[in-house]
């Protein structure tokens, strides 16, 4: 079961290895979007780039719907306090309603692995990947699942396509400087 979820998320790696995910627009429409994340992995600035990945998660973060809006709003609120349970069923009513909003997926993924519950939150991942192929914190949240599943070549190739589009996660560059270390029989 897993191998068949993790076959479409392979595949996108694979496709960020090479420039696919860091050059083409995927967002026609929102050249904002497209001009903030090619300067995100342009700028040497680390308080520029902490001010891009701000902007770029507020764009993301946008439904364009009130009610959707809400459902997250509540669905925010109940993971800060613990409470996965009505924070997924928060979700799944935000991803029947508004399908093609990434954070929906982005945060019932979350959620998901809060839970250890790594196969839905794979799925949704590969939702989001669908929808936002340089979802930089979705593909540093896949490259975590796979640590917990103890995948570490296809985790690092997720930290590392996650690095291609924001090269400012310092978290992300360590797992990745530890797991370059470890596959190589270094050791930590």
């Known amino acids: 079961m897993l191998s068949k979820t993790l076959a479409p998320i392979l595949l996108v790696l694979s496709l960020c290895a090479g420039t696919a995910c860091s050059s083409v627009p995927t967002n026609p429409g ?58 997924l069923d928060a979700l ?52 975590r699942i796979l640590l917990a599943l103890d995948d570490k070549r296809s985790a690092l190739k997720a930290f590392e396509a996650a690095l291609k589009i924001n090269p400012h996660l310092d978290e992300v560059q360590d797992e990745v400087d530890t797991l370059q270390d470890e596959l190589a029989g270094i050791p930590i």
């Open 92 to 143: 799944d009513q935000v991803v029947r309603a508004a399908p093609g909003y990434v954070e929906g997926w982005n945060l019932r993924a979350t959620v998901h692995y809060l839970r250890s519950e790594y196969v839905p939150a794979i799925a949704d991942i590969h939702h989001v990947l669908v929808l936002e192929p340089r979802h930089f914190g979705a593909l540093a949240g896949l490259g």
């Open 30 to 87: 929102r050249p904002d979007l497209d001009t903030m994340l090619q300067r995100l992995r342009t700028t040497h600035d680390p308080a520029e780039a902490q001010m891009l990945e701000v902007a770029i998660r507020h764009v993301w973060a946008r439904s364009g719907d009130s009610g959707t809006d809400r459902l997250m709003e509540r669905a925010v609120t109940e993971v800060h306090t613990g409470d996965y349970d009505n924070a």
